[in-house]
């Protein structure tokens, strides 16, 4: 494939950063969770 | 008697620190109110909740008939709060800021003279520019524009501090005029004596919550 | 009491604080000048300067204007007047629109001196047509620059890290006014062949820039300094 | 009464299903975008950029019309409800991430396309001030003070950007016409898509789509916890307040 590091950058870069943030997003909605009681996680 | 002022269970929050942390009062029309407490008990907010300056978190209530977390700005342009700030313009003579506070409320030029006369702000120091006038100075700039905007409901926070014998006299007399003009003052003061003559009820502030007195 | 006469009274009292304290003529102009001399040392091009002078008149007005913006809420702050005002139940509308005049007065007086400034340094040469066309252009750009930086100041007034902040907010807001300002400006002064006649289109975008946010800040000046 | 450690998490039995889908389609996005579909005859193998690049500018502008929903639902509702404001402020985060990374990828792709990084073309150029304009809002929603304070601040700045936005889109665009030093191919020259490419294109913003609704989700459920931890705080703070009266 033609340009293929560039192709392949901005894949890794786009991937990579949303999950980055995911992971972020996760991890910290469970440490918050640890610290509420059911009743103020209206989701569950 | 109507109450000008009914809190109940009010929690304010400045900076994350709860200021008050459940505060309930009420003041008849026409008392003469006394705060005290201790340095940081929360009478500075208690006087802020009232002038619809800080907002309630939890809780409620009413000034002048006003819902305290809904009709904020009602409730302001109703009140007098003199708090530790004199709200002045540093770069503005005496007269020039007291003639700009009357503008905002279309006050005439007599009762602005009225006013500064009262006050003692005549002459000399009318046209002395307010970063040049010393703590009393400054209170009496204060006053003299709460005198033109003619409130119901006086807030004063710790309004004798830093003032010389004189200076507090001058206070009383205008608390005085006020009260006999129909007037209710709630007045926070570390002067008890001074204070506690002029009022009607003495109410307790600590940790947050009135301790004592809160209701007649 | 009525709206317009507490802007008026506002206003006069701004400018009364600058006639008393006299910081905008003694350090915000002269910084605003030495901002045009250091970029006649980093363009060192009388062509380029001559290109590029309406552009840096516009960049040092907008530098200036952080500062005067600054100053004009850091006198509110000084001795709680603004807190007082709120307490007073004055009408915030008519706060915004009495601050944002006198703002808007003081940025005017600041672009005389930049321009002159740029007569002088840079050598631009307009035609009649071309000064008065400068001149529109001058006053539709200050009103709205004077409307957002008041809007923005009131908001960066109470907040830590103002400083930062208030760029960080106005900047992006002021960019047609940059590009608007700028471009007419070119226009009124031949710069790089325009003539005068292509400038009347940008200075539409400034006017339309300054009556959406006079009356957008109108509405949400109360709301932005209120705590 | 605690959560057990299987429930202390945002996740749902619906989050954990829609994330399955989008890692599914994600995979089939990436397999699709570099493999499955041919090249470009205009744009050789760069449109595959594009498979990444277009959704993320369309989540980013899905993000932002719903920050502005959001922020005028809480000024004009009557219950003024903070659950307006949690939605705006996770949508502006996301929204902020997916414009962030189109201008990468973009300029990425402006290297292969144009030979330059960043040209001073309007779409950039109003790209990069919707940018640094939404960095502003999260600043504003980091100032502090009560939920309701927040709420009211940042909804305002919100409705605010919604006027700056398309003047600041329409001035940039005119800067460009009138002043067209045009030496670059046209960014908006049209890309003949084949069935494949449109699909895979279609199947880009399905799943960015899906992944932002994934990513909202979790995200405000994160900041009302955020909101009910500090709110515990508070309650602890007052508690101890309280205890300051007795004390003296």
Redesign the interface.
Known sequence: ????S??I???V???G??AA??AW??R???A??????????P?? | MENVVELRGVVAVLGGFPALAGVDLTVARGEVVLLQGPNGAGKTSVLRVCAGLLPVERGGGTVLGMDVTSQREAIRSRVGLLGHTNGLYLDLTVTQNIRFWASTVGATTEEVAAAMARMGLDGRLASVRADRLSAGQRRRCALASMLVRRAELWLLDEPHAGLDAAGRDEIDAVLRDAVSAGATVVVSSHELERAGALASRVVTVDGGMIVDGGTR | MNRRSVAVAVARKDLAVEAGSRVIVNQVAPFALVVMVMFAFALDNDGILQRVAPGLVWLATLFSMLVVVQRSFAVESADGALDALRVAGVDPAAIFLGKSAALMVQLFALEVVLVCAAFVLYGVEPTAAGWAEAFVTMVAATVGLGFVGTLYGGLAAGARGRETLLPLLLLPVVAPVLIGATRATEAAFGSGGASVSEGWPWIGLLAVFAVIFGAAGSVAFGPLVDE | MTPTAAHATTGTPATRRLGAVVAVLLALLVMSGLWWSAEDVVQGSTVRIMYVHVPSIWVAYMAFALTAVCSGAYVSGRSRSVAWDRVAGASAEIGVLFVAVSLVTGSLWGRLTWGTYWVWDARLTSTAFLFITYVGYLAVRRLGGTLRQRARRSSVIALLAVLEIPLVHFSVELWRSLHQEASVANPNARVELDGLMLFTLMLGLATFTALFVWLLLHRQRVILLEDTVADRGLDEAIASRRDEAGAR
Do not use: C, N, P
């Open positions: 494939m033609e340009h293929a560039f192709i950058a901005s894949y870069l786009t991937f950063s949303i943030y995911a997003v996760v910290r909605g469970r918050m969770a640890r610290r509420a009681t059911r009743e103020e996680m989701w569950t």
